[in-house]
C-alpha cells in the first residue's frame, strides 16, 4: 500500500488502527488469578441463590398466623422444639404453636413462615413469649431472591471485581474463562539511550520510555515483553522487530520514527514487510506516528519523545489493548469530560493539541489545572496529569473559567483494568 505523506487527524488514525485490532483468544484461570482479568464468557446462575430458605437473623421461626394478636397484653406463648443452626438441617416441620430456635444463614423449617428476632421474645426454659405480631415473611432470606436459576448474571466484556469473584464462587465456579493477557513487546531504539543500572555518561540518557510503555501496557490489562535496547542502526532495528513479531501479539516502538537520518524504524519494517498503514499524525505532541501489521502483529512506532510517546500510547495503543481484551467500545474510548479552565492557556495553535492537565472537582464541577513545561520532552508534567486537555487546531488561547473537553487519562470511575 502506499503510504500517504499527509497526516491524518486523530480520529481517522485512531479507526484506521483498531480496525486491523481483533480480541485475542480466550483461557481458563483460578478465581484467585482472575481479579481485573476480562471475563469471555457469559455466566448463567447454575442454582438459585441463596440456594435455600434460610433465617437474615439470630432468632425464633414461627408460623406468622399463631402470632397474630400477641401484645404487651396478651403475650403468645410458644414452644421451642428444636435448634437448627447455620450448616444444619432441621429435623422435622413445626406445627402450629411451636417455635424453632434458628441462626442465621440456617435453613428454614418447613411450615415456618417468619422469624422473629430473639433481642424480641422472652425465654422461659423450653417456653418463648412474644409481645407483638410476626408478618410473613419477617427475616427470612426467600430461596433465589438474589439470583434465579438460568438467569444471566456477567457478560463477556466485564472486568472481574472482587463481587464479579465472589459471586462465581457461590456458584462453585472455582475457574472462569477470560481473555488473555495480550503480550506487547517493547522495542525502544537509540544510540544515547542507556540502562537504568549503567552509571550515568554524558551525551548518554536513560531508556525510561521502555519503562514507562510497559507500566501503561500493564495498567491497560496486557503483558508487557521489554526487549534488549536497540541501536541505530539497520540490521539491529530490523533483528529485533522482527523477534518483536514473532513473539508478542502486539509490538510497540520508541523512537526513530521521524525523518532524521538515524530514524530507522520505518525503513527497517518496510524491509521487513510492514503492511503500512500511517505514519504522521497531525497532533501535537506527537505527530511521527506508524502503524501496520508485521507478519500479522499491529505495530506501532511510537515517537521517541518521552511525553509523546505516552501521548499516544494513550490515544492509540490503549483503545487497542482494549479491544483485543474484548472490552466494550464504552469502556476502551478514553472517558471525556467538560472542565473550566483554571487559568489562561497560550499554545501556538499551529495543529490539535492535547494539554497535560491536573482534574480538581469543584462546586462547579471539574476544574482543569493545565500543567506547567508542556515541551514533548518534559516528562515531569505527565506527573500528576489526570487529563489532557484538547485545544483544536487554530485555538491559541483560552479563557480562565472557560469550559474545554478533557480525555481523563486514568478512569474517574476507577474501573480500567489494573489501576
Ligand atoms: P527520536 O524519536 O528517536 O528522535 O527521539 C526523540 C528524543 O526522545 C530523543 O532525543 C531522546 O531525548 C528521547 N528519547 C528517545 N528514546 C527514548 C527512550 N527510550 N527513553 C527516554 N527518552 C528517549
Ligand atoms: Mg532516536
Not at 120 to 148: F, N
Not at 159 to 179: E, M
Not at 320 to 330: N, R, S, V
Request: proline share 7%; charged share 20%; glycine share 10%.
Amino acid at each position: 500500500m502506499e503510504l500517504n505523506d499527509q497526516p491524518l487527524a486523530v480520529h481517522e488514525a485512531q479507526a484506521l488502527s483498531l480496525a486491523w485490532i481483533a480480541p485475542v483468544g480466550v483461557e481458563r484461570v483460578s478465581l484467585f488469578e482472575a481479579v481485573g482479568r476480562i471475563l469471555a464468557e457469559t455466566v448463567h446462575a447454575p442454582h438459585d441463590l441463596p440456594p435455600f430458605d434460610n433465617s437474615a437473623m439470630d432468632g425464633y421461626a414461627v408460623v406468622a398466623a399463631d402470632t397474630a394478636g400477641a401484645s404487651e397484653a396478651s403475650p403468645v406463648r410458644l414452644e421451642v422444639s428444636e435448634q437448627v443452626t447455620a450448616g444444619q438441617l432441621p429435623q422435622q416441620a413445626m406445627s402450629s404453636g411451636q417455635a424453632v430456635r434458628i441462626m442465621t444463614g440456617a435453613p428454614l423449617p418447613e411450615g415456618a413462615s417468619g422469624v422473629v428476632i430473639q433481642e424480641q421474645v422472652r425465654r422461659e426454659g423450653s417456653t418463648i413469649w412474644l409481645t407483638r405480631p410476626v408478618k410473613e415473611g419477617d427475616h427470612i432470606r426467600r430461596r433465589g431472591e438474589d439470583i434465579r436459576a438460568g438467569q444471566a448474571v456477567m457478560s463477556a466484556g466485564e472486568c472481574l471485581t472482587a463481587a464479579h469473584i465472589g459471586v462465581l464462587a457461590a456458584f462453585h465456579r472455582a475457574f472462569v474463562t477470560v481473555r488473555r493477557r495480550p503480550v506487547v513487546a517493547i522495542v525502544a531504539t537509540g544510540d544515547e539511550l542507556i540502562e537504568v543500572d549503567e552509571p550515568p555518561a554524558t551525551g548518554k540518557i536513560v531508556n525510561s520510555n521502555a519503562y514507562a510503555l510497559a507500566a501503561l501496557v500493564r495498567a491497560a490489562g496486557a503483558q508487557p515483553l521489554v526487549l534488549p535496547l536497540v541501536r541505530d542502526n539497520v540490521a539491529q532495528v530490523e533483528a529485533a522487530f522482527a523477534e518483536a513479531a514473532a513473539t508478542a501479539d502486539v509490538v510497540v516502538s520508541s523512537g526513530g520514527v521521524s525523518v532524521g537520518e538515524h530514524d530507522l524504524v520505518k525503513p527497517a519494517l518496510e524491509r521487513l514487510g510492514l503492511e503500512a498503514r500511517f505514519w504522521r499524525v497531525w497532533m501535537k505532541p506527537g505527530k511521527p506516528l506508524l502503524f501496520g501489521r508485521l507478519r500479522g502483529r499491529p505495530c506501532f512506532g511510537l515517537p521517541g519523545n518521552p511525553v509523546s510517546g505516552m501521548v499516544c500510547f494513550h490515544l492509540f495503543v490503549r483503545p487497542a489493548l482494549g479491544k483485543m481484551l474484548g472490552l466494550p467500545e464504552t469502556r476502551w474510548r478514553l472517558p471525556e469530560v467538560s472542565a473550566r479552565l483554571a487559568h489562561e492557556v497560550r499554545t501556538k495553535g499551529d495543529r490539535p493539541t492535547y494539554l497535560r492537565a491536573r482534574l480538581v472537582w469543584t462546586e462547579t464541577g471539574w476544574q482543569a489545572e493545565v500543567l506547567p513545561g508542556q515541551g514533548s520532552g518534559m516528562l515531569t508534567s505527565m506527573l500528576g496529569a489526570q487529563g489532557l486537555v484538547f485545544f483544536p487546531e487554530g485555538k491559541r488561547v483560552g479563557q480562565a473559567g472557560e469550559v474545554v473537553p478533557v480525555l481523563c487519562l486514568t478512569s474517574l470511575v476507577g474501573d480500567w483494568p489494573g489501576l
